[in-house]
């Protein structure tokens, strides 16, 4: 990696659009999918995500805990998930909301951040629940990995509100801070939810990516997206998980599905088929 993360995750948005898929390979997506829960039921769901929209979303996004269940078996198969999706040219954002302090935070950082790491990726999660200079040493990994976070701020379940109306502001703050000067896009990237209702803050100021779930299973539609961050509409990675992982014969038609709805209506543009060329 040479190139800032901020300029890759550009550079994919332009050539892609704007979505981000998960791979959540949970149990009873396993049982949907006809396979077993078990470690090579894991690799053959992984493998096939990768292979199926790899080339069509600008980042995906495995969720670490159910690889983590597996222990030392599904850990290996998420090295060679990332290995794979780095092969095939996309972005890796490895969901694992991380936050500690000193020298846990920098074991986090090098775990995931560090280029000669297994675990290597693009951009993590991170929770900023211990206060946001607890981030500084993962933010300052990232910088010299050419690597992104993504700080909670307003995620999409419900019950975080009461707890995360009181300190998005300061989440939001002090990742503009961080990005001050950066460009096209910083580093420290923040989690808003597609389900909000509305937004208590502005984020013109953040100068960084802004990662919202909540797409299909949660209710969010590619016209919330546009509703709620229209006025960041370049910088917005709208994600999904279940409504595309749900059936794997309809997986790279979901996926196209709700890139290009995403891309139509962040662009304003809804007076022809949303359907783009892109393929």
């Not at 050419?146 to 419900?158: C, E, H, K, Y």
């Not at 984020?203 to 990516?209: R, S, V």
Request: include cysteine; proline fraction near 6%; hydrophobic fraction near 40%.
């Amino acid at each position: 990696m040479n190139d800032s993360f901020g300029t890759r995750l550009r550079a994919r948005l332009d050539e892609c659009g704007p979505l981000c898929v998960g791979i959540d390979p949970s149990p009873a997506l396993l049982d949907a999918w006809g396979l077993d829960d078990s470690p090579s039921g894991l690799e053959r769901f992984s493998r096939t995500v990768v292979e199926t929209v790899a080339d069509v979303a600008a980042v995906v996004k495995p969720q670490s805990a159910f690889f983590e269940r597996w222990g030392s078996r599904g850990i290996a198969v998420l090295e060679r998930t990332i290995t794979d999706l780095r092969e095939a040219g996309t972005l890796v954002l490895l969901d694992v909301k991380r936050g500690d302090i000193d020298s846990t935070m920098a074991a986090y950082a090098e775990a995931y951040l560090d280029r000669g790491s297994p675990l290597a990726v693009d951009a993590i999660t991170l929770s900023p629940y211990l206060g946001f200079g607890s981030l500084e040493g993962a933010i300052t990994s990232a910088v010299a990995n050419d690597a992104g976070v993504f700080v909670l701020a307003r995620t999409s379940n419900p019950d975080a509100a009461g707890l995360q109306q009181l300190v998005a502001g300061q989440v939001l703050a002090g990742a503009a801070a961080a990005n001050a000067g950066h460009t096209p896009l910083g580093p420290v990237g923040v989690v808003m939810g597609a389900t909000l209702p509305e937004l208590e803050h502005s984020l013109t100021d953040l100068n960084g990516p802004i990662l919202a779930p909540g797409l299909g299973a949660q209710g969010a539609t590619p016209a919330d997206v546009a509703r709620l961050f229209g006025p960041v509409r370049h910088a917005v990675l709208p994600s999904v998980s279940r409504a595309v992982l749900a059936d794997p014969k309809r997986l790279r038609t979901r996926t196209l599905y709700y890139r290009d709805e995403c891309a139509a209506y962040l662009s304003g543009d809804l007076t022809g088929p949303r359907r783009s060329s892109r393929s």
